[in-house]
């Protein structure tokens, strides 16, 4: 694997195929700066169950390509390329040719991530000492789940998490999570389309996105956004929510049987209400 910078300074790691059926890896690094709701912009959130994500000091998220990012920590904010006052900074991760394991492209970005905080002298000095308070010691990876059927009582696999209405005729709820709840986890929830034979319809996608929040490193995003907030088990803790279906954010064609489902579902209500029950909130 070799490395560059390109005309855009962005970080261009590059391995040839020479092997027989090999072929060529090119993969972009760059750090650029976000809004503070990242990565919870309404109904843009840039992680969530369909995620492979990363916990730690430097979490992040990842698709099944390997493209994503990795969030740098809060004092690093002026890092990134057109920071301004209130951003974040980010180092967004592109796979531009070939096939990389996610993974491995994760732990990468990690350490380059903490190579920009080193040489910024913007890491925090606990980090150093390999602290694992808070949900942001050493890095780890936490692959998505599959797409599967969710179990009434125990939507998301949260113990008392109901909801208030069944599934339209002919679908049913599905789910998909990642991440555990020591630092932040992620559930998406769809309704299946038996007729269209996938698993999740990916023209409709989810009509929710649920994420507990207990990694200060996502915390600006919960606070900007303005998401419940709770103290279990002595922690910080965020019970986010994505409402897919604001009229103000809809843009073209309206998934009709998700959105009145959604409505009818009381999601925003008891997600919380179980999520509080179950990490034995203050």
């Not at 009434?152 to 208030?164: D, E, M, Q, R, T």
């Not at 789910?175 to 409709?204: I, V």
Request: glycine share 10%; net charge neutral.
């Amino acid at each position: 694997m070799t490395s560059r910078f390109d005309s855009t300074n962005a970080c261009v790691l590059e391995r040839a195929g020479w092997l027989p059926g090999g072929k060529d890896v090119e993969v972009r690094l760059r750090a650029t700066a976000v809004a503070a709701d990242h990565p919870f912009a309404d109904s843009l959130w840039t992680v969530s169950g369909e995620h492979n994500t990363v916990a730690g000091l430097f979490p992040g998220a990842f698709d099944t390509h390997g493209t994503g990012w990795v969030s740098l920590p809060a004092s690093c904010a002026m890092v990134g390329e057109g920071a301004a006052k209130g951003d974040r900074t980010v180092l967004r991760v592109g796979v531009e040719r070939g096939d990389v394991d996610p993974a491995k492209l994760s732990r990468t970005a990690e350490r380059v991530a903490r190579a920009i905080a080193t040489s910024h002298q913007c890491l925090p000095a606990t980090s150093q000492a390999g602290s694992t308070a808070s949900g942001t010691g050493g890095f780890r990876y936490f692959p998505a789940s599959r797409v599967s059927k969710s179990d009434p009582a125990k939507v998301c696999g949260l113990a008392g998490f109901s909801f208030a209405a069944t599934a339209p005729a002919g679908t049913s709820v599905q789910q998909q999570t990642s991440g555990s709840f020591d630092g932040a986890w992620f559930c998406d929830l769809s309704l299946e389309r038996p007729a269209t034979g996938l698993p999740r319809d990916d023209e409709h996608g989810p009509f929710a996105r649920l994420a507990v929040i207990r990694n200060p490193e996502l915390f600006s995003g919960a606070e900007k956004r303005g998401f419940e907030r709770a103290v279990c088990g002595g922690k910080e803790t965020y019970f986010a929510m994505d409402n897919l279906f604001l009229e103000e954010n809809t843009k073209g064609p309206v998934d009709k049987a998700a959105m009145d489902f959604f409505r009818n579902s009381s999601v925003l209500e008891r997600f919380p209400k179980a999520a509080r029950t179950a990490l034995g909130c203050g």
